[in-house]
């Protein structure tokens, strides 16, 4: 397993690997790797030759330009602990490309070109972070455009953003095939997160409650409730009664998030809550 940090190297290693017709697979992840993301190391072992794994803590996407930088600042950096991981799976990928913030915005990021996907970008969590996903669109191009994939693997936990990233590899014609993996819990349900860290012990445990409550919701609205509005408003107040500081409950439209009724075949319950210092975000389709 190579660690490479600069774009020239990078590209350098995929050309040889394009001249030899070998498929390539890229992860990219902020690093502070758990089984989910290894999860996706595998998948993207099963869809090509080669893979290559980025670890880079964006600091577009955790401000709408400028902001405190809080979190961006405590965003944990392991990187050495994230490569002995890769590097002992069975799967580990050929390389991890670890770029400094000037390699991949030698101008600042302030002052970069940006991509932006209106409409399903500006919505939930678009609302709540405004400036978020320009941040992850441009991160996510620059990539593309750094390592050529075939295909590249994204976890749905993070659902929104997978829309966003299917809606600019479309619409800016970059040749990747986007392959959405299941989420990955911890046992009592919790979808696992880097920020799941940021949780205590007892925190852990309420933090369940999240998936939980989009599992009864979903079972109301599969038994035949038709006001989904109003189970989203109790939803709400029953995860703000067990300690969260909920942002969003509702019921859209998986193909492009747009408010859906309970007849519609593509549903998915989404929600995002604070617990803590800990934001917490999970979803859960409808059958």
């Known amino acids: ?15 040889q690997w394009r001249t030899a017709g070998q498929r390539i697979a890229l992860v990219p992840t902020m690093g502070n790797l758990h089984a989910g993301h290894l999860q996706l190391v595998e998948e993207a072992r099963q869809r090509a030759k080669r893979v290559v794994v980025s670890i880079f803590v964006n600091p577009m ?7 405190d930088g809080k979190d961006f600042e405590r965003y944990p950096r392991t990187l050495a602990a994230d490569c002995e991981k890769l590097g002992a799976m069975p799967a580990a990928p050929e390389v991890v490309f670890a770029p400094s ?6 101008h600042g990021f302030e002052q970069q070109a940006r991509v932006e996907v209106p409409g399903i970008g500006d919505i939930l969590e678009g609302e ?11 991160v996510v191009a620059k990539l593309f455009n750094m390592s050529l994939p075939d295909v ?3 976890g749905e936990k993070d659902f929104q953003q997978l829309l966003v990233i299917r809606r600019l590899t479309a619409e800016l014609c970059f040749p990747v095939e986007i392959i959405g993996i299941p989420t990955v819990r911890e046992a009592n ?56 500081r909920p942002e969003y409950f509702e019921l859209r439209r998986s193909s492009d998030l747009q408010p859906a009724d309970p007849q519609d075949k593509d549903g998915i319950l989404l929600s995002a809550a604070w617990l803590g210092e800990a934001r917490l975000i999970d979803n859960l389709r409808l059958s």
């Open 101 to 106: 913030v000037d390699e991949v915005y030698p």
């Open 189 to 244: 349900g919790l979808a696992m997160s880097s920020r799941n860290q940021y949780l205590s012990d007892e925190e852990r445990q309420t933090a369940a409650l999240l998936y939980q409550t989009l599992q009864e919701v979903k079972q109301q609205i599969e038994a035949g409730a038709e006001d989904s509005v109003k189970l989203c408003t109790q939803a709400m107040a029953q995860l703000q009664d067990a300690g969260f």
């Open 152 to 154: 590249a693997l994204f």
């Open 61 to 67: 996407q955790f401000t709408n330009v400028g902001g």
């Open 128 to 138: 709540f972070r405004p400036g978020h996903f320009t941040g992850v669109a441009t």
């Open 1 to 15: 397993m190579n660690i490479i940090d600069t774009v020239a190297e990078l590209r350098s290693t995929v050309s």
